[in-house]
Every structure is written in C-alpha cells, then in structure tokens.
C-alpha cells in the first residue's frame, strides 16, 4: 500500500532528458538524518535509491511528485530573482496529497534536495543534501504553506545559490519518502522515517543573457 510504501517512483510516459527550512520541524528532521550520514545515497543499496529522470512520478508516502524541470528562477511572479549576493534555483514539479488530510508545505520542501551544488548550502558545511527552502505555486508565486488533498498542484520548490558559484550545468536531485506509522511519543498516526527513495541528475536551466551581457 502506498503509505507503507515509502515511494516508488512510476514512469509518466514523458521524455527523459537529462534533466532553509531553517525552525521549521520537517527541515530539523532531514538535517538531522544528514548529519548522521543515513542521506547519502551512496550509501544505500542501488534497490532502495531509484534512478530518477524528468517525467517521472515518485511516491513520497504523504506525496506524489511528478518532476518536471531544474532551471534558474527568472520570470516566476512572487518569487525573489536573487540579487547581487544570490541566485534562486528552482525545481519545477507537480505535487499531489497522497491521503484525505492537508499536509504541510514545510513537509513537502523538506522532501526534495539538491546535492554537491556549489554555493548551496545548510548550516552545515555543505556536504549534505539541502532541503530546499520553500514552495511556491506556479500560477501566481504564493507561497503554498499547505497542500490539500484531490488537488494537483504545479509548484516551483527554490533554493539560493550564492552567486559567485556558477550556474550548475546539471545537479543532483533526491528525493526523501517517509512511512505512515503510530508515533512512539503521542500515538498518533505521522509520517515518520525520512529516507531517500529517489535521487538524479537533472540539467539546469539557466535564463538567456540579458541585452546588457550579450
């Protein structure tokens, strides 16, 4: 069943190019698994981490995410384009609740990463996957602080990059499920146990020079 599942990724019928939560609790939990090295997923038999490309649908567990495109943020409306000290990169998907209840943004943004990006990093010394920082709604650049069930959303999931690194030809995206289960603590039901499930390389798309660098 798919909340026990942890995520499988399923093929869309697409083409497959190559393609902070700081304070929040999602973001606490995956850094923690980082910094106890159960991230990386080098580390994970070939079984567990699924190769993943555009075009596929991977089941989270609370999520399916249905990758689309890593590009440099340059047109979305609400979303900063970076500054002299930054550069947002975003990844551009489509998302679904897997269940009948609301599930949280933070929950979403602390399922995806990118890793060994130069310039993107945690507060750690950028050696982990990072989380990224927020999701925002394609259609208009709010942000989407809850994800509600039956609906499909295209979203944008950023991160900043510091701008002295250059633009990436390509980055590594994973993609961390988790599993249904009773929480030890209060009993309840939560999506517990944060792995990677998923985990490629996707081109990045940086934005065409403007008239003043051509």
Known sequence: ?????????????????????????????????????????????????????????????????????????????????????????????????????????????GSVALDGVPGVTADGDGSEPVPADAVHVMADGTRLDAVQPGLEYEVALVWEQDARADVPAEARLVLVGRTLRESSIDHTQEWLDPLPVAAGDLEVTAPPPSEDES
């Open 1 to 109: 069943m798919m909340a026990e599942s942890g995520g499988r990724p399923r093929r869309a019928g697409l083409g497959a190019p190559q393609l902070t939560l700081a304070g929040s609790a999602a973001g606490a939990v995956v850094l923690a698994v980082l910094a106890a090295g159960g991230f990386d997923p080098l580390e994970k038999p070939e079984t567990d981490i699924a190769p993943l490309a555009a075009g596929e649908t991977v089941d989270l567990g609370p999520f399916e995410l249905t990758v689309d495109r890593l590009r440099v943020v340059d047109e979305l409306p609400g979303i900063s384009e970076g500054d002299d000290d930054t550069r947002v990169l975003a990844l551009v998907a489509t998302v679904e609740a897997t269940g009948t209840a609301t599930e949280y943004g933070a929950l979403l943004s």
